[in-house]
Nanobody
Framework: QVQLVESGGGLVQSGGSLKLSCASS????????MAWFRQAPGKERDGVAA???????????YYADSVRGRFTIYRDTAKNTVYLQMNSLKPEDTAVYYC????????????????WGQGTQVTVSS
């Protein structure tokens, strides 16, 4: 049973920062594509950021246009944890954020992962 547990959500003012964490039970998280998705009320779930491995020594990161330059995804392989550093937050970033994992190398942020976390709420006040 794969487990992905998110933490770090909360309420923050516009312009502020939050860091989300995703602790994984995957045996070798570095070989998986890890990603963050979000779903705002009344909207579909969208990809936000992803990090994938090319099978050799290079990691690639991908971002949605709406967050590029403000959000950073990175991983700590030793801790089996993926992070999403969110800076310059805007009210439109308010959503439930989901961690996701997929055993295949994925390109971009729009794909259907095999595994999902339970989600963590991020609320940005204006």
């Amino acid at each position: 049973q794969v487990q992905l547990v998110e933490s770090g959500g909360g309420l923050v003012q516009s312009g502020g920062s939050l860091k989300l964490s995703c602790a994984s039970s995957l045996p070798a998280v570095s070989t998986y594509t890890m990603a963050w998705f979000r779903q705002a009320p009344g909207k579909e779930r969208d990809g936000v950021a992803a990090i994938s491995w090319n099978g050799y020594s290079t990691y690639y990161t991908y971002y949605a246009d709406s967050v590029r330059g403000r959000f950073t995804i990175y991983r700590d392989t030793a801790k089996n944890t993926v992070y999403l550093q969110m800076n310059s937050l805007k009210p439109e970033d308010t959503a439930v954020y989901y961690c996701a994992a997929d055993p295949r190398r994925r390109i971009g942020v729009q794909f259907d992962p095999d595994y999902w976390g339970q989600g963590t709420q991020v609320t940005v006040s204006s």
